[in-house]
């Protein structure tokens, strides 16, 4: 692979703070090589002069769905797999055209589709996976209607999920995804939006149910993440041992304060409401969903406060289904409402590299990371909007060291 050296921009500061000038970036296959404040010197690298704009890491998407193409989960479990994997690769095109160079798949993507991008197969980012997500019947896995006893779809490529109920039942069904290659395992532990049978309040599997999960995740040396509203909900998963709480919208002081001394992280998903809001019903979310949307929408905003205070680290997710994709990078404008700016671009690079696993490898610019880079018209510590309008502010986009926009020439 080629080998390039940037010069003539300005860094993003590590912690998102401020930008960096005189700082050269030499980057030789698909890795940073070298960061200095002083000149790089180099004999073979494609010197290219940023001239003055600004160099970042690629951003990282902490929760999303590349195999939901469509707003209805339920027509999206019957797809062919064939079918959902071909308009999976374009999602997954989307999103990194957006500067999202690596996504953390929180239900839905398997081995097929993470091995496609490594071998470049799909042009998209790393993936990130669980395999599909556990759930009792009834929850937030099941899409069937209440007079529905056929099969749920477990199989397909297109549903997100899978049903298993019991401890013997749940921890099998742990070990098989993470025999398929799951790096984190993924539950429904409370009530959802997209699912016709479980209000929002309604809590998911068993404590017995839940520390079984977390410890075949342990066993194997990762963690639980967990779809959850509520705010008791939220706090019998940390005291099962859940490390990744999704969402989180009805959380409650004393609860985050919880879950910071467990050392958990969150992972809210603000975007996610408002896209269904927006367009939900016009692709087909059914009016029992609709109705549920309110209800997490508006605690949201507060949820976002309320972690903040109590100092639990927030990923950046965004939970996006179908053709409300194109709104991903509106989660920065909505965080932007309650958080700072160095928090959110924080928040969607380092924070979510931890999440992946991957702390020190993506999400930063420094020697031996990935070379997953952005350069962006303008500073986006001052103005989010470089980082919105499907990725139109950005000059070009790197990921393994490659170029998959180059606008600089």
């Known amino acids: 692979m080629a080998s390039y050296l940037f010069t003539g921009g300005r860094v993003l500061e590590r912690n998102a703070e401020g930008l960096l000038d005189g700082v050269d970036v030499l980057i030789e296959d698909n890795r940073i090589k070298e960061v200095s404040d002083t ?46 994997a071909l308009r999976a690769a374009r999602i997954m095109n989307g999103m990194l055209m957006r500067g999202f160079t690596t996504v953390r798949d929180v239900a839905g993507a398997d081995l097929g589709l993470k091995r496609a991008v490594e071998e470049g197969l799909i042009e998209g980012p790393r993936l990130v996976i669980c395999g599909k997500a556990l759930g009792q019947t009834g929850g937030h896995t099941d899409f069937r209607g209440r007079s529905d006893d056929r099969g749920a779809f477990e199989g397909r490529l297109g549903a997100l999920g899978r049903i298993c109920d019991g401890v013997s039942s749940v921890r099998r069904a ?13 539950i429904m532990a409370n009530g959802g939006v997209a699912s016709p049978n479980d209000p929002i309040h309604a809590l998911g599997y068993s404590r017995d149910e839940i520390k079984a999960i977390v410890e075949e995740a342990a066993n194997a040396g990762t963690y639980v993440s967990a779809h959850l509203y509520t705010d008791e909900a939220i706090r019998r998963a940390v005291e099962c041992g859940v490390h990744s709480l999704e969402h989180c919208n009805l ?3 004393e609860t985050a304060g919880l879950a910071v001394e467990a050392g958990a992280v969150a992972c809210p998903t603000l975007v996610a409401y408002e896209g269904l809001a927006l367009e939900g019903a016009a692709f087909g979310l059914g009016p029992e969903s609709i109705a549920k949307i309110e209800t997490v929408r508006r605690g949201g905003m507060e949820s976002l406060d309320i972690m903040r205070k109590a100092g639990l680290p927030m990923a950046f997710g965004t939970d996006l289904l179908g053709q409300l994709h194109k709104f991903q990078s509106m989660e920065f404008e909505i965080r932007a409402r309650v958080l700072p700016i160095s928090e959110i671009l924080v928040s969607a690079t380092r924070i979510s ?5 991957m702390d020190g490898e993506i999400g930063v610019i420094t020697a031996g ?35 998959y926009k180059n606008a600089l020439m």
Do not use: W, Y
Request: with cysteine; proline share 4%.
């Open 39 to 84: 000149p790089i010197k180099s004999t073979t690298a494609e010197r290219i002069d940023l001239k003055g704009k600004t160099l970042m890491p690629g951003l990282i998407d902490a929760h999303v769905h590349v195999v939901a193409s469509m707003v209805d989960l339920s027509q999206n479990a019957a797809l062919p797999s064939s079918l959902a």
């Open 369 to 403: 990371a990935f070379a997953d880079l952005l350069v962006v018209d303008g500073d986006p510590t001052k103005d989010l909007r470089v980082l919105q309008d499907e990725g139109r502010h950005l000059a070009a986009i790197i990921k393994d060291g490659r170029f």
């Open 251 to 253: 959380i409650k002081q």
């Open 174 to 186: 742990a070990r098989e995804e993470i025999k398929a290659g799951a790096e984190f395992i993924k």
């Open 353 to 357: 590299a931890q999440l992946c696993r």
